[in-house]
T-cell receptor, first 111, second 112 residues
C-alpha cells in the first residue's frame, strides 16, 4: 500500500533564505502533486508532476520529481513571509485513481 | 463557477447521532473523494468515487458511508457519530485524467 512521507514536519526560516521540503513515497506512483493550505482554509493546487525528471516552477517555488528514487522536492528560493503555509504532497496510487497525502510541512517564514 | 461546495461549514453532534455532509461540484468531474484532516496526520482518504454508481473505500472508511447517484453530488454519511470522528472534512473532485484536484472549503465537525 502506498505511503507518503514528508520532512520536515515543521520549518521555521528567515526571509531571504533557501530551503527544500522532501516527499518520499513507498511504491510506484504515476504522478505527484503539491498543494498549499493557509490556516483555516482549503487546499490550493501548486504543481502536478507527471513523469520522471519533471520540474515545474512558479515564483519562488520549484518542484521536481525523481521516480526512480521515489522522491519529490519542493524548493523555496529567497523565502518571503507570504509563503508561510502548510505544504502537502500527494502521490497517485499506480493503476488506480486514488491519491494519498503526506502529513504536511508547516512552513513559517520569519521577517 | 462555484467549484466544489460543501455544507455545512460547522457542525456539532452528540455521540450516536447521524448526519450527512453534503458535497456538490459543477465541473462535471468524474472523480470525487472525501478526506479527513487531523493535526499531525495530513489528509486521509475516506471514500472515493469514479462515477455515478461507483464508490470504493479509502484509507479510513470505517464509520462512514457514501453513495453517488449523480455526477454532481457525493454525500458522506456518519451513521452513529463517535468522538474519534471529530475532524475537518474535505471533499475534492477532479477529472479522471488525474490532473489537479479541487477542494471544497471544508466542514469542521465536533462530536461530543
Amino acid at each position: 500500500e502506498l505511503k507518503v512521507e514528508q520532512n520536515p514536519l515543521f520549518l521555521s526560516m528567515q526571509e531571504g533564505k533557501n530551503y527544500t521540503i522532501y516527499c518520499n513515497y513507498s511504491t510506484t506512483s504515476d504522478r505527484l502533486y503539491w498543494y498549499r493550505q493557509d490556516p483555516g482554509k482549503s487546499l490550493e493546487s501548486l504543481f502536478v508532476l507527471l513523469s520522471n525528471g519533471a520540474v515545474k516552477q512558479e515564483g519562488r517555488l520549484m518542484a521536481s520529481l525523481d521516480t526512480k528514487a521515489r522522491l519529490s522536492t519542493l524548493h523555496i528560493t529567497a523565502a518571503v513571509h507570504d509563503l508561510s503555509a502548510t505544504y502537502f504532497c500527494a502521490a497517485l496510487t499506480s493503476g488506480t485513481y486514488k491519491y494519498i497525502f503526506g502529513t504536511g510541512t508547516r512552513l513559517k517564514v520569519l521577517a | 463557477n462555484a467549484g466544489v461546495t460543501q455544507t455545512p461549514k460547522f457542525q456539532v453532534l452528540k455521540t450516536g447521532q447521524s448526519m450527512t455532509l453534503q458535497c456538490a461540484q459543477d465541473m462535471n468531474h468524474e472523480y470525487m473523494s472525501w478526506y479527513r484532516q487531523d493535526p499531525g496526520m495530513g489528509l486521509r482518504l475516506i471514500h472515493y468515487s469514479v462515477g455515478a454508481g461507483i464508490t470504493d473505500q479509502g484509507e479510513v472508511p470505517n464509520g462512514y458511508n457514501v453513495s453517488r447517484s449523480t455526477t454532481e453530488d457525493f454525500p458522506l454519511r456518519l451513521l452513529s457519530a463517535a468522538p474519534s470522528q471529530t475532524s475537518v472534512y474535505f471533499c475534492a473532485s477532479r477529472p479522471l485524467d488525474n490532473t489537479e484536484a479541487f477542494f471544497g472549503q471544508g466542514t469542521r465537525l465536533t462530536v461530543v
